[in-house]
């Protein structure tokens, strides 16, 4: 089995110390122990016992960015970094660009512009990210956006013909959509399927207690085997957890390998 990169990893460190996720599970003596006791070599233990090579961290509102430079530094080869952009600013998203990609440690974007917690919430294809999505496509850089599950600020936002559109408007545009366009399972695939520069990342929303997970499993076993990338939402979900789930809930074994390593491989091009 390879080991996984897992496109939806939030570590114990730094500033995640705060975040609500530490806060929610922290005190709950059922979770690992990385999270109970905000362990990173706890961390690093559970991702070796769970097969999960590389943790792309996932910053977001609330996170120090330079926390990428930091976490590559001290755990070389064990971590990549998504850099937080605030869609709100536009002059201040498309400056952070520069500094905590182009000229910093980070290999992509994050952006959740349908999130409550941002301060104005928006759609995907909102006038005022195109100037972000142009930057992106011109420097070949990934933008990953959460874009489905809970804490939207209303349902409309995850429309997944938000995400048709920005494909169209830039076809060498490098996207993963994180939540995976959760409730939105079939018109999502519909949309990775015509649009071969969108990735689906379902994470939390492929775990079996959700409904609609299989419709995922169908797209990485045929249609979409190219374009699903495993995460495990941690921590959410403990690692094993996520790695059990995704190993018993249909895919073929091929499909397996393509979405826990070779398609969020090809993307960062470590390979080909």
């Not at 975040?19 to 109970?36: C, F, M, Q």
């Not at 999505?133 to 349902?155: D, P, R, S």
């Amino acid at each position: 089995m390879v080991q996984a990169i897992d496109w939806r990893l939030r570590p114990p460190y730094r500033s995640f110390k705060g975040s609500i996720l530490y806060n929610k599970y922290g005190d709950n003596p059922e979770w690992p122990e990385s999270v109970t006791k905000f362990s990173m070599d706890a961390l690093i233990k559970e991702m070796d016992e769970a097969g999960i090579g590389i943790g792309m961290v996932s910053m977001r509102a609330g996170n120090d960015n330079h926390d990428i430079d930091l976490i590559k530094q001290e755990y070389p080869g064990r971590f990549l970094g998504m850099a937080h952009i605030n869609p709100c600013d536009g002059a201040k998203a498309l400056a952070d660009i520069d500094e905590f990609v182009i000229n910093g440690a980070a290999d992509t974007i994050i952006m959740e512009p349908g999130q409550f917690f941002i301060e104005e919430p928006m759609p995907a294809d909102d006038p005022r990210l195109y100037p972000i999505y142009e930057k992106c496509e011109k420097e070949n850089i990934i933008v990953t956006l959460t874009f489905g599950g809970l804490f939207c600020a209303k349902l409309e936002n995850y429309n997944p013909i938000f995400i048709d559109r920005i494909a169209v408007d830039f076809p060498k545009l490098k996207i993963v959509i994180t939540h995976g366009g959760w409730p939105y399972v079939t018109e999502i695939c519909h949309v990775g399927y015509q649009r071969k520069n969108v990735n689906i990342c379902p994470d939390y929303y492929m775990f079996n207690f959700n409904p609609g997970y299989d419709q995922y499993v169908l797209a990485a076993n045929h249609i979409l085997k190219n374009q699903i990338l495993f995460g495990s939402c941690f921590p959410s979900k403990p690692l094993d957890f996520a790695m059990k789930n995704i190993q018993n809930i249909g895919l073929t074994p091929d499909a397996l390998e393509h979405v826990l390593y070779h398609n969020s491989a090809r993307l960062l091009g470590l390979e080909k």
